[in-house]
């Protein structure tokens, strides 16, 4: 992979944000890479360097059938040249995000509930006799993804009084925590988990942090869980994208991005404070959804 990437910093203006006196920017991971998309990228990015080293010319992930993940192993395994397998979880269906990964030379295995759950007992049945298989875990979650996201913080240029991030499995909000702790930075990091019930994202963060820290989980904003959209949000998503030429998508920045419209609303934040949202990409989520 090419490991040099554009992710620029840009304002968001909005009248709110002036009536309160906030600036509020937005970090374009999005803008990555249209299918590696956003924090995949990061994730990715130390896992292939890890599954080149160990001589592994194969990679075997999974996935719900929303998964950005999915898509996104198999544009970087095509572009770095490993083979791709993908347990997808739950019956075999087609959407965009899959047939993309299909047209990326992925293979996909839907595999009932049930079994999807013990993901190391699936691969141990399927590739544990061959040595070239490297595991990825659902989502990427690993320390080196959580060392690839860390990257995120040595590229800004100014520091921010809170960043907010989207969480899945918390592995991106634990790298972003560390490296505000390496930079020694002040910066508060908020999270939105996008699942019901996520409080054991606290945990999940924690597996992943070099030394502890503090962030501020904000629960309330899953609307009805992974993947569930209401009218207000996508309202909201068309009004955003409408004002500012940057697209959300439904799963995960949407909500995150809301999130931070409310709080401004609810003057959770000071007079003067810069916030920066990062936009972890998934757009091709989008499509099918909208
Ligand atoms: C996967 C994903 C996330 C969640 O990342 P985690 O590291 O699993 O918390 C956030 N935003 C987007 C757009 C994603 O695709």
């Given at each position: 992979?090419?490991?040099?990437?554009?992710?620029?910093?840009?304002?968001?203006?909005?009248?709110?944000?002036?009536?309160?006196?906030?600036?509020?920017?937005?970090?374009?991971?999005?803008?990555?890479?249209?299918?590696?998309?956003?924090?995949?990228?990061?994730?990715?990015?130390?896992?292939?360097?890890?599954?080149?080293?160990?001589?592994?010319?194969?990679?075997?992930?999974?996935?719900?059938?929303?998964?950005?993940?999915?898509?996104?192993?198999?544009?970087?395994?095509?572009?770095?040249?490993?083979?791709?397998?993908?347990?997808?979880?739950?019956?075999?269906?087609?959407?965009?995000?899959?047939?993309?990964?299909?047209?990326?030379?992925?293979?996909?295995?839907?595999?009932?509930?049930?079994?999807?759950?013990?993901?190391?007992?699936?691969?141990?049945?399927?590739?544990?006799?061959?040595?070239?298989?490297?595991?990825?875990?659902?989502?990427?979650a690993s320390d080196?993804?959580?060392?690839?996201?860390?990257?995120?913080?040595?590229?800004?240029?100014?520091?921010?009084?809170?960043?907010?991030?989207?969480?899945?499995?918390?592995?991106?909000?634990?790298?972003?925590?560390?490296?505000?702790?390496?930079?020694?930075l002040q910066t508060?990091?908020?999270?939105?988990?996008?699942?019901?019930?996520?409080?054991?994202?606290?945990?999940?963060?924690?597996?992943?942090?070099?030394?502890?820290?503090?962030?501020?989980?904000?629960?309330?904003?899953?609307?009805?869980?992974?993947?569930?959209?209401?009218?207000?949000?996508?309202?909201?998503?068309?009004?955003?994208?409408?004002?500012?030429?940057?697209?959300?998508?439904?799963?995960?920045?949407?909500?995150?991005?809301?999130?931070?419209?409310?709080?401004?609303?609810?003057?959770?934040?000071?007079?003067?404070?810069?916030?920066?949202?990062?936009?972890?990409?998934?757009?091709?989520?989008?499509?099918?959804?909208?």
């Amino acid at each position: 992979m090419d490991f040099n990437i554009y992710s620029p910093v840009e304002e968001i203006h909005h009248p709110l944000f002036a009536e309160k006196h906030i600036s509020v920017f937005m970090k374009r991971d999005d803008m990555i890479h249209p299918f590696i998309s956003g924090n995949k990228w990061r994730k990715l990015k130390y896992l292939l360097e890890a599954a080149k080293t160990q001589g592994k010319d194969h990679l075997v992930t999974f996935g719900g059938a929303w998964s950005n993940h999915l898509l996104a192993t198999a544009c970087a395994a095509a572009k770095s040249g490993f083979k791709r397998t993908a347990f997808v979880r739950g019956e075999n269906v087609s959407n965009p995000l899959l047939s993309l990964s299909r047209m990326f030379g992925m293979e996909l295995r839907f595999v009932d509930r049930e079994s999807y759950r013990d993901k190391q007992k699936l691969f141990a049945e399927n590739y544990g006799n061959d040595l070239r298989a490297f595991f990825i875990d659902e989502g990427g979650a690993s320390d080196e993804a959580a060392k690839g996201c860390a990257e995120l913080i040595d590229e800004l240029e100014e520091e921010y009084s809170h960043i907010f991030c989207a969480s899945g499995t918390g592995t991106t909000a634990a790298g972003i925590l560390n490296g505000i702790t390496n930079h020694r930075l002040q910066t508060q990091l908020h999270t939105v988990p996008v699942l019901k019930n996520a409080s054991f994202i606290e945990e999940e963060i924690g597996k992943y942090l070099l030394r502890p820290a503090k962030f501020i989980l904000h629960l309330d904003y899953h609307f009805g869980g992974y993947a569930k959209t209401n009218p207000e949000l996508l309202s909201f998503m068309q009004a955003f994208s409408s004002s500012t030429g940057i697209l959300l998508d439904p799963v995960y920045t949407g909500k995150l991005v809301y999130a931070v419209f409310d709080l401004v609303k609810k003057d959770a934040f000071k007079s003067g404070d810069k916030i920066l949202i990062i936009h972890s990409g998934g757009l091709v989520g989008l499509l099918g959804k909208i």
